[in-house]
């Protein structure tokens, strides 16, 4: 009887492919060059501090007293959408060690389908200069972050709150606002606010009829009856009569033995 060949070992799995080499990070220059960006850039190249490219969207970092110089810039460019203007807290980010704030301001060009972020660094004590004179949606954006963040804007034609009331204690989005709250100011201004809540019709110096008010008054805070726009009353609406039911027809009478 004849021996049987002996069974060949296993063939050794194939290696991997090996993966794509990165590509190599672009340096400050590079980004500058980046023909979305190159043509503004080189009007205020020396307003352009820093550039970072993340998925393939750019951001410049602007010198904050330049950067009403650098929008216009952008938007000669055809940057002329100001998509959003948001501040940012870095105050608990981990290793930060620069100033605690920064603007961002977002924008889009119709023309080259692109969008570009420009940011400033700066402090609680130091105003960022306003860009309502290059775009005029700015005014409201740049209301909300001095309102949430305490951000000054110099040369706003109007900083006040936009969303909190005058008077307000603190600036909701800074990272050491208490998560649980804090007094609402109704303690500040007795004669003004009730106890528990914010203003009521008339207390702002603001026409009572462009804000949703209450014209009872509010019995605790949290909770809050339904608004009346402008204070009055929605109209009540007539219900429309029903028909009047058809008469129902007779059965013939049945005579006796039919």
């Excluded at 950067?67 to 948001?86: M, P, T, W």
């Excluded at 023309?111 to 420009?118: F, S």
Aim: aromatic content about 10%; charged content about 25%.
């Amino acid at each position: 009887m004849s021996e049987l060949p002996p069974t060949p070992p296993p063939a050794a799995p194939a290696a991997p492919p090996a993966a794509p080499a990165a590509p190599p990070a672009k340096t400050v220059d590079d980004i500058k060059r980046d023909p979305i960006v190159a043509s503004a850039v080189a009007r205020v190249n020396d307003a352009i501090l820093d550039a970072k490219e993340f998925a393939g969207e750019i951001t410049l970092f602007a010198d904050r007293d330049r950067i009403v110089e650098v929008c216009r810039a952008f938007k000669d460019d055809g940057f002329v959408y100001l998509v959003d203007l948001a501040g940012v807290d870095y105050s608990k980010f981990p290793n930060h060690s620069g100033l605690r704030f920064s603007v961002a301001y977002m924008l889009y060009s119709f023309q080259k389908n692109a969008r570009v972020r420009l940011r400033v660094w700066t402090d609680a004590d130091t105003p960022v200069p306003s860009v309502t004179g290059v775009w005029k949606t700015a005014n409201w954006h740049e209301r909300e972050t001095f309102d949430m963040l305490g951000i000054q804007f110099s040369g706003h034609p109007n900083l006040e709150r936009i969303l909190m009331w005058e008077g307000f204690n603190g600036h909701p989005l800074r990272k050491d606002f208490p998560i649980r709250g804090i007094d609402t100011g109704a303690r500040i201004y007795p004669e003004v606010f009730p106890e528990g809540g914010g203003p009521k019709a008339g207390s702002t110096g603001k026409p009572a009829n462009d804000v949703n008010v209450y014209k009872g008054e509010w019995k605790k805070y949290g909770t809050w009856p339904a608004a009346q726009i402008g204070g009055a009353p929605k109209p009540a609406v007539a219900a429309a009569p029903k028909p009047a039911p058809k008469p129902v027809a007779a059965a013939p009478a049945v005579e006796e033995g039919e």
